[in-house]
T-cell receptor, first 111, second 113 residues
Framework: ETGVTQSPTHLIKTRGQQVTLRCSSQSGHNTVSWYQQALGQGPQFIFQYYREEENGRGNFPPRFSGLQFPNYSSELNVNALELDDSALYLC??????????FGSGTRLTVV | DAKTTQPNSMESNEEEPVHLPCNHSTISGTDYIHWYRQLPSQGPEYVIHGLTSNVNNRMASLAIAEDRKSSTLILHRATLRDAAVYYCILRDPFGGANSKLTFGKGITLSVRP
């Protein structure tokens, strides 16, 4: 079975710019969750998509948005980047109540 | 979200057993106890989960207290590759968006050769 793949692995953006991160889910999984992990902290839940619909959201502003596609892959979009958005962004796929399989993440640096 | 409490760090020797404790005194009846670990420069990795009974798999064992207010992840023979941050998480699989994983800071396990 294929695992979860995230792209790109590293990214540097300037404050105020927009960024799109991508995630391909594991075969057989219909749910994708996104997490933000600041240095030295545990991952924080951003939102979850189930069958192309948002299925829950954490405490993140609307400039964090997402999409899930018919093949269950997903995108995370962040507008108006701020310095504090610098973090590791993790994608996890699962069945709705099943165990999560995480990708290795995208390291975003905002300068 | 029900919270878990873990020590910040723990050290062990290679090839010795390791017991990683977790307290979850506000656990609800539908919460499963999940453990994930995160190796350096990787995303979290599922380790084990359980509801009431002790559980074993190829990676570890999970011992759950009778009142479910605490649990212990047991690595039977630690290897250098087990050095990671271990997260104890409560998860309600029937909670809709509450089936998300709520991570704390976890416990950092160091393994001495």
């Amino acid at each position: 079975e294929t695992g979860v793949t995230q792209s790109p692995t590293h990214l540097i953006k300037t404050r105020g710019q927009q960024v799109t991160l991508r995630c391909s889910s594991q075969s057989g999984h219909n749910t994708v969750s996104w997490y933000q992990q600041a240095l030295g902290q545990g991952p924080q839940f951003i939102f979850q998509y189930y069958r192309e619909e948002e299925n829950g959201r954490g405490n993140f502003p609307p400039r964090f948005s997402g999409l899930q596609f018919p093949n269950y892959s997903s995108e995370l979009n962040v507008n108006a980047l701020e310095l504090d958005d610098s973090a590791l962004y993790l994608c996890a796929s699962s069945t709705l109540a099943g165990r999560n399989t995480f990708g290795s993440g995208t390291r975003l640096t905002v300068v | 979200d029900a919270k878990t409490t873990q020590p910040n760090s723990m050290e062990s020797n290679e090839e010795e057993p390791v017991h990683l404790p977790c307290n979850h005194s506000t656990i609800s009846g539908t919460d499963y106890i999940h453990w994930y670990r995160q190796l350096p420069s990787q995303g979290p990795e599922y380790v084990i989960h359980g509801l009431t009974s002790n559980v074993n798999n190829r990676m570890a064992s999970l011992a759950i207290a009778e009142d479910r207010k605490s649990s212990t992840l047991i690595l039977h023979r630690a290897t250098l590759r087990d050095a990671a941050v271990y997260y104890c998480i409560l998860r309600d699989p029937f909670g809709g968006a509450n089936s998300k994983l709520t991570f704390g800071k976890g416990i950092t396990l160091s393994v001495r050769p």
